[in-house]
């Protein structure tokens, strides 16, 4: 979502790109950790955590909004990976955490351009 406000909403083709490779780079982490045939094992109709919602899940006042919203789960992710990657993949932490640290500047970045644009 945020690489589409980047590209559509605020016109920036680079910030748009840097979203785009970082969401392919951690699209391509399931095959690392083997868990490219995770969701055959999901039971989503049984998830505990299905119909778990908090009162910032059910609305969105603007578009900065969403972003920051986008960003913050994709940041949480990663801090997990990193996290767990401390156990399975011990020699690639620092690769995960510099991926998060580049989350925290694209968010900084692609707000302050929505600000630009008027869109907060």
Sequence with gaps: MAEEVARFYVADGGLAARLKTLRETIGGWDARFGLAEAPRGRDSEADPGR????????????VPSLVRANLRRAEEAARVIEEVAKLADPSRVSEYKELRYTLYSVESELLAALELEGGS
Excluded: C, H
Excluded at 54 to 60: D, I, K, T, V
């Design 51 to 62: 119909r778990v919602t908090g009162p910032r899940e059910a609305a969105r006042a603007d």
